[in-house]
């Protein structure tokens, strides 16, 4: 029997640096592995000794894409020592940006990165010509997050508004009615996206690790509860509590810290796939429609379908922003977004948000100065890489019993890491 | 010179590469957010590489590279030094490469760092080294500056390496926008703000939305770090709280360590 080795180095249309790894031997897959080889940048390091305000400033750097969620997940953080309460409208404001970034990173990651492997392209560039309306309305749908972030967060990358205990600057209520519009008016682009995901060919797995969400008793919780959940092992916890829920590994191919369940041991994912299955029943009315048509419903454990899980979320984040606008600009929520005023103290807190890629956790132990004493970062991505591993096995034996050739499970493996949406330069930091 | 003319004077197209090292990807993703004019720009180059967006493999010869991020492994090390032989024009774009940026803050007592984060160093981390801007590998054509760049000012700069242009970049502190802008001054409410020493170029886009400069454009080579510390004394703001401050864009500028 012939020996295949499989080795994409420099994974491409993903965000960071990684080589996938994959040996088969007689017929049976022996080597599956991700190696994330991202420059570790050293971030908690960093941080070390650093004043609190500067803290989300610098976390903010650890990834592009996803600034606004390390954003409000440190100020979450600090905010928790301090014993800082914030008004309704401060959280709304930062719904606002975590689903901003949602509806940019989910755009750029489904129509720039995903997309073009099931049209048979290497970059979304000839869909210019070929599908220019496609072209076109993808990216306006991307440009319209970039707006969003960029109205409440003052740029479309790091935002620089959002601070410990509220916000240094808003938007007038007429910017926030136009925001309201434009959100709505990209609705039934967005729809025809779960569609076109929904419509691509994936081969039929099923991930056998567990999923990590936010979870709330009434709500699709994005950024404001501290109860997280392991869906299969049906345990919920605090946030404060991550480091008894999570453990954290090293392995030597990889620059990331591993993630697996501390209680079972098991790998698990966290992402859209993982929130649609914690949160379907709290969907928006149009998000909700949009899943069921095309039979997106939990229990959902094809880890490609976390590509039409992102599409539906971009329909919920289009319908929830619009409703947060207009609520903005009239005025609704109680208080206003000043920062408030806070006592600087010593202690340990844990920020966490649910980030486009899934949950986030900084933990942080200030002095009684307010500076860093012990910084911790859980990404998502991080949380991931364990699990993408085993489901990326399963695929390859899957592939390997069907007759597959070498080039085949290559590309489908491709198109796996690609559906996890991954984001090395998070997962190293 | 016709529209085809880059800037050696050829009639091809010019050949342009995007290359990221260590970074948070955002500048990169800044050029993917000037969304209406991205085909425009694309129109004028032949982009061969960018692994951001496309999955073909990196050409063997280019004119254009541009580069994110900071150097902070002996591969990227050497990767820099192949793509200023390769290239005719190379463009640092954004604080990691232009000043070692955030990664740069590692850079003091760098070595016991990745024993502090890792029980043991994977291998997949390749040889660490100090992080720098790629300006102290290799020699550097054109900066976009910033954390993250304005995608206009790639465009700007772009456009520069493309055609050419006798545009001087100023080198001057950020005070002179904050009063054009009549947006006042922290220093007057006891609030430091590192616009005091940072380059100007970026309109004060902090400041204009209620937040002190962080300096992500890095120090003005004009900057008067003594008087800036009087300033800063002045107004009741710790002297050391501004010197720590002023190492997160540029803890390996030589500037800080002389003045």
Redesign the interface.
């Given at each position: 029997m012939t020996k295949t080795a499989i080795q994409v180095d420099?994974i491409?249309?993903i965000?960071?640096?990684g080589n996938v790894h994959v040996v088969i031997d007689g017929g049976e897959v022996k080597t599956v592995e991700m190696?994330?080889?991202?420059?570790?940048?050293?971030f908690?390091?960093?941080v070390r000794g650093?004043?609190f305000e500067?803290v989300p400033?610098?976390a903010?750097?650890?990834?592009?894409?996803c600034?606004s969620s390390h954003v409000v997940t440190d100020l979450l953080a600090i905010e928790r020592i301090f014993g800082i309460e914030v008004t309704d409208r401060t959280r709304a404001l930062r719904d606002l940006l975590v689903y901003g970034s949602y509806l940019q990173n989910h755009a750029?990651h489904l129509f720039?990165f995903a997309a073009?492997d099931f049209l048979g392209h290497?970059?979304?560039?000839p869909l210019?010509d070929e599908a220019p309306e496609l072209f076109e309305q993808a990216?306006?749908l991307?440009?319209l997050g970039?707006e969003l972030c960029t109205k409440v967060g003052?740029?479309?990358?790091?935002p620089?508004?959002a601070?410990v205990g509220g916000f240094?600057?808003e938007i007038t209520p007429e910017e926030y009615l136009e925001l309201a519009e434009k959100l709505e008016s990209m609705q039934e682009f967005a729809v025809s996206a779960v569609d076109l995901f929904h419509s691509f060919e994936c081969p039929d797995i099923q991930t056998e690790g567990d999923m990590l969400a936010m979870g709330a008793p009434n709500r699709y919780a994005v950024s404001d509860s501290r109860m997280a959940r392991f869906i299969d092992a049906a345990l919920s916890f605090d946030c404060d509590e991550v480091d008894r829920a999570i453990e954290e590994y090293?392995?030597?191919?990889?620059?990331a810290?591993c993630a697996r369940v501390r209680s079972t041991g098991k790998p698990y994912f966290t992402g859209a796939l993982a929130r649609i299955n914690q949160s379907w029943q709290f969907l928006g009315r149009q998000a909700k429609l949009a899943a069921a048509k095309v039979g997106l419903r939990p229990p959902e454990r094809n880890p490609f379908n976390n590509n039409v899980s992102q599409a539906v979320e971009i329909v919920d984040a289009l319908e929830r922003c619009a409703e947060l606008c207009r609520r903005l600009a009239n005025d609704e929520f109680e208080g206003s977004s000043e920062p408030v005023p806070f006592q600087v103290k010593a202690g340990f807190g844990v920020g966490f948000t649910e980030a486009p890629r899934g949950a986030l956790f900084h933990e942080l132990e200030l002095d009684d100065e307010g500076r860093v004493v012990r910084a911790s970062i859980i990404t998502p991505t991080a949380q991931n890489v364990a699990n993408l591993e085993a489901d990326m096995r399963i695929l390859a034996e899957k592939l390997v019993a069907d007759g597959a050739a070498a080039d085949e499970v290559q590309l489908e493996i491709e198109k796996l890491v690609r559906a996890y949406d991954p984001c090395l330069?998070c997962s190293v930091h | 010179m016709n529209e085809n003319t880059n800037v050696q004077g050829t009639s091809a197209v010019p050949r342009v590469v995007v290359v990221g090292l260590a970074s948070c990807f955002g500048c990169q993703l800044q050029i993917t957010n000037i969304e209406a004019h991205l085909m425009e720009v694309l129109g004028q180059i032949d982009l061969q590489y960018w692994q951001l967006a496309s999955s073909d493999p990196m050409p063997e010869e280019f004119d254009v590279a541009v580069i994110e991020g900071a150097v902070t492994t002996e591969e990227s090390e050497h990767l820099v030094e192949e793509l200023r032989q390769k290239a005719d024009t190379i463009i640092a774009i954004g604080a990691c490469a232009t000043t070692a940026g955030i990664p740069g803050m590692a850079a003091e007592g760098f070595i016991q760092r990745p024993g502090s984060v890792y029980d043991l160093v994977p291998e997949a981390c390749g040889e660490m080294i100090s992080p720098r801007a790629v300006g102290s590998v290799i020699d550097v054509d054109y900066e976009v500056r910033c954390c993250p760049i304005d995608a206009y000012d790639f465009v700007d700069v772009l456009q520069r390496a493309l055609y050419g242009s006798n545009k001087i970049d100023s080198t001057a502190t950020m005070c002179g926008s904050c009063k054009r802008n009549e947006t006042g001054c922290f220093y007057t409410k006891g609030v430091m703000c590192l616009g005091l020493v940072t380059r100007a170029g970026c309109d004060a886009r902090c400041v204009n939305l209620g937040r002190p400069c962080n300096g992500c454009r890095g120090l003005s080579p004009d900057a008067n770090l003594p008087a800036a510390r009087e300033a800063c004394r002045a107004a009741g703001i710790p002297v050391e709280d501004f010197d720590k401050a002023l190492e997160m864009f540029n803890q390996t500028d030589p500037a800080l360590r002389q003045a």
């Open positions: 420099h491409a249309r965000e960071g640096h190696n994330v080889v991202e420059p570790a940048r050293l908690e390091s960093m650093r004043r500067e400033y610098i903010s750097r650890i990834c592009g894409i600034s750029t720039v073009p290497k970059s979304v560039f210019a990216l306006a991307k440009a970039n003052g740029r479309s990358v790091h620089i508004t601070v240094t600057h090293s392995v030597n191919h990889s620059a810290l330069s | -």
